[in-house]
Nanobody, 126 residues
Framework: QVQLVESGGGSVQAGGSLRLSCAASGNTYSRHCIGWFRQAPGQEREGVARIHTVSGATYYADSVKGRFTISQDNAKNTVNLQMNSLKPEDTAMYYC???????????????????WGQGTQVTVSS
């Protein structure tokens, strides 16, 4: 089992920044890949960024490249998502998810991630 707890959401004006954190605990072998996903009302859940915690490889959706940065803090067992230059279209519930294996990180399909946090709301006003 893996437990994931998100924090750091909030409200910000367009152009602002927020930093989300995902605290992970439990079975290390089930959380080698940590992904951040988001879901706006009436829309499908979409992948934003993911990191393979063994290799350090990172992946970003085109919509956030150059604005968001995913990183890991091994000492704290957290994965962070630094979000800069936020836009109103970034407004959504943000979730972290765990999956993958020691040598691979799943793609952008939420179905490929086994464990999920409860989510944290990000609201960007224009």
């Amino acid at each position: 089992q893996v437990q994931l707890v998100e924090s750091g959401g909030g409200s910000v004006q367009a152009g602002g920044s927020l930093r989300l954190s995902c605290a992970a605990s439990g079975n290390t072998y089930s959380r080698h890949c940590i992904g951040w996903f988001r879901q706006a009302p009436g829309q499908e859940r979409e992948g934003v960024a993911r990191i393979h915690t063994v290799s350090g490889a990172t992946y970003y959706a085109d919509s956030v490249k150059g604005r968001f940065t995913i990183s890991q803090d091994n000492a704290k067992n957290t994965v962070n998502l630094q979000m800069n230059s936020l836009k109103p279209e970034d407004t959504a519930m943000y979730y972290c998810a765990a999956g993958g294996g020691r040598w691979y990180c799943p793609g952008w399909s939420p179905a490929d991630f086994t464990y999920w946090g409860q989510g944290t709301q990000v609201t960007v006003s224009s």
